[in-house]
Each structure stands twice: as C-alpha cells, then as structure tokens.
C-alpha cells in the first residue's frame, strides 16, 4: 500500500476535531475551572493528534504503533476530564454529548489503525489504513457507546 500523509488519515483528522471542540469549550469556562480542569483537559486533547502524528514521523512502524497507544492513553484521559466536565456541570448535554461520539469515533479508528500499522501482503512494515474502510460503501462503524466500558 502506498504511504498516505498525515493530513489524510481519518484518525488524525478525528483527533484534531476533538482537540479544537474541547479548546472552543473550554476557552469559555471561567478562570478556576479554566485553570484546574480545563488546562489538562486541552492538554489531553490535544495529545491525541500529537502523538498520531509524531509517531507517523517515526522510522520503523514500532515507533508507530508505540505512539499511538500514547495517543490512546490521551484519548482516555480526555474522557475521564470530560466526564468530570461534566459531573461539575462545566458542560451542557449537546456538548457532552457531541464530545462523548466523537472519542468513541475515534477510540475505535485509533484501534483499527493500530491493527493495520506493519500490515501489508505487498510490502513488510508499511504504515496504512485499510483500503476498504474509507469506501463510501463500507459499513464499518464504530461500536455503540457502552457506559460501563473505561
């Protein structure tokens, strides 16, 4: 498979959407919530994409897969400050929710990257995204959101 830039996977794009959205809401919190919740919550956001995209950048699809399970240690830490977001009512519902469907999207992008990372009947180590799961008659989608899954 051929190499496909940064700019169009659809797990980074997904990654940077969440970053921008928790920025744009946080960025309207007050000073303490701002300061304590709000700081690392972009942080964790924004490491999402940080580390898909360092690691697209590494040498050997080692490197690769190791940054994207930073990426997704990020991704769950993300929910936990959107979680507690919202426990402290920092959050309305649409917003929650908006956030909640777009870490499950890509959770679930981010897992079937990983699987392909070094997997290709053509060429040995090669970092892709399967052909098939971008066609406009795909069916892949991501699992329901399960509240009791960390």
Known sequence: MAYIPLDDLEVYKVAMQIGEEVWALVDSWEVFPKKTIGVQFCDAADSIAA?????????????????????RGSLLETKSWLYKANNRNLI??????????????????????????GQSSSEKNTLHEPDDFYSPNSTNEPPPFDPNDP
């Open 92 to 117: 309305k519902t649409p917003e929650f929710e908006s956030i909640k469907q777009l870490l499950i999207k890509e959770h679930w992008l981010l897992n079937k990257y990983l699987k392909s990372i």
């Open 51 to 71: 580390n898909i995209a360092e690691g697209h950048g590494r040498f050997h699809f080692k490197e690769n897969k190791n940054f994207c399970f930073y990426a």
